[in-house]
C-alpha cells in the first residue's frame, strides 16, 4: 500500500507523496515562515481550544503508540501524570539520542520539518501542563542541533514560546523549550539515562519505581516522547481520530492495533536505502522490493535486523514478516523498535555479524549491572572464538545461557541494554544455527571404562 499524501512530511519541499528518502526529495529546512505559510500551528491552536484532558483523551483514543521503541500507547503515558501542584516545574523531555544502530528516522524530521516536531511539543506541554521541554539531541549530530537551535530560536521569535503563553494566547501556558546535546552514550537513550544526562550526572539508568511521570527530572513530574511520537500527534490533532485508525492495522494477535504511519529507515543490502513513510503493518517484502527497488546486485534475501540491533533478527523464512507492533509474538523477535530494518543479503556471515553486535553492546554498557557489564565481554569474547573456529559446543551452549542469564527479563539489570544483547545472540544464533556449528569442534567428552 503506497500513500496518495505523507503524513509526517507533508510540509517538506519536493517530497515524493509517501516517501522521502531524505537524500533525494528534499534538501532544504522548512523555515518558520514557510511552515505557517503551509497550515503549519494550525493544530496547536486547535489543541488550545480544547481543555487540556480533551486533548489528552484524544491522543489516547487515536492509540498513538510510541514511536521510539517500546510502542508504549503516547496518550496513556500522559494520563499517568498527577495533577500540577503548582509547587515547580514540570517537564517534557524530548527523545532524539537515536543511537540506535540502523535508526535514522528522527534525524529527517528534524533535518526537513523541524517545525513539525516543535508544534507537537506544544500540543503534548498543553495537553499535559507542562513548562519546560527539554529537546535531547544525540551527540553526534552535529549539523541537526544547529537546525533544531534555529527552529527553537524562530518558534521564540514567532510566539510559540517564551511569556506570554503559547501562541501568545491570554491564560494559556507559558512554555520553555532548550536543546540538550548528549554526550554520545547509547545509554542515554533509555528514558531515565536521559533524565540523568539532564542534570548533569553520569548517564546511568535509575531503578523504577518511582516512574518519571511521578519523579523525574529533578525530581518533579516527566513526560519523555520520542520525536516522531510527537509529530504524529499534530495530524492527528487536524484531521481527528477516526482519519488515523484508517492507516495501518488491527492486531492479528488480538492486542493493541497498530495505527497510523511509521517512518522506516531501510538500511543494508538493498538498491535504495533511506526513509520511507509507510502505514503500519506493511510486509517487509514490500516495503525492499517495492519501496527499496529490491536486493542489491538481484541477491537473495537472508535476514533482517528487525528495529534496531536490540530487538533481534528475521530469518530467511520471514521475509514477509508484517511491519507493526505484533512483529515481536508473531516472529519471535523482541518487538518491533524503531521499524527501521537492516536487511541482509545471501553472502552475510551470520557469525561476524553477531560479533560485530556483541562487540557494539559491551562497549556501550554503562557497567552499573553485574550481568550486563561482565555478561556481555564474555558473550563478545565467545562469539570470536566462534569465529575464529577455536571454540567448541559447549562454548555455543554457554553463549546462549549467558543470554538468557542477563538482562530485565530475568530481573537481573535495570535497563533493557542486557535484553537487548541477548534477544540479538539468541535470534541469530537460533536462526541461523547451521553457521555457528560449522564454527564450532565438538566437545570431547571421555568414556569411563570399568576395570572388570
Known sequence: MRLTEPVLTKRIPGCVPGINDGGTAARSTVSFAQYKATGGYASLAKALDMEPAKVIELVKEAVVRGRGGAGFPAGLKWSFLPQDDGAGHRYLCINCDEAEPGTFKDRLLVDFDPHLILEGIAIACHACRLDTAYFFIRGEYHHQAKVMEKAIQEAYAGGIFGKGGLMRRPGALSVDCFLHRSAGAYICGEETGLLEAIEGKRGWPRVKPPFPAVKGLFGRPTIINNVETLAAVVPIVEKGVAWWKGIGVESSLGGMPSYGTKLMGVS????????????????????????????????????????????????????????????????????????????????????????????????????QCTPCREGSG????????????????ADLDLLLELGMSMGLTPGTTICGLADGNNWAIRTIVGKFRGEFEKRVKPKFVPVHVSAH
Open 268 to 367: 543494508g543490502h538493498v538498491n535504495r536505502p533511506g526513509v520511507f513513510e509507510a502505514p503500519l503493518g506493511v510486509k517487509l517484502s514490500t516495503l525492499v522490493n517495492d519501496y527499496c527497488g529490491g536486493m542489491r546486485k538481484g541477491k537473495r534475501f537472508k535476514g533482517a535486523i528487525a528495529g534496531g540491533v536490540s530487538m533481534g533478527v528475521l530469518g530467511t523464512d520471514q521475509f514477509d514478516a508484517a511491519m507493526d507492533f505484533d512483529i515481536g509474538r508473531a516472529c519471535n523477535v523482541l518487538g518491533l523498535g524503531t521499524a527501521c530494518p537492516t536487511i541482509f543479503d545471501e553472502d552475510t556471515d551470520m557469525v561476524m555479524v553477531a560479533r560485530n553486535i556483541a562487540r557494539f553492546f559491551k562497549n556501550e554498557s554503562c557497567g
Open 378 to 393: 564474555w558473550i563478545y569474547k565467545l562469539l570470536c572464538r566462534i569465529e575464529q573456529g577455536q571454540a567448541t559446543t
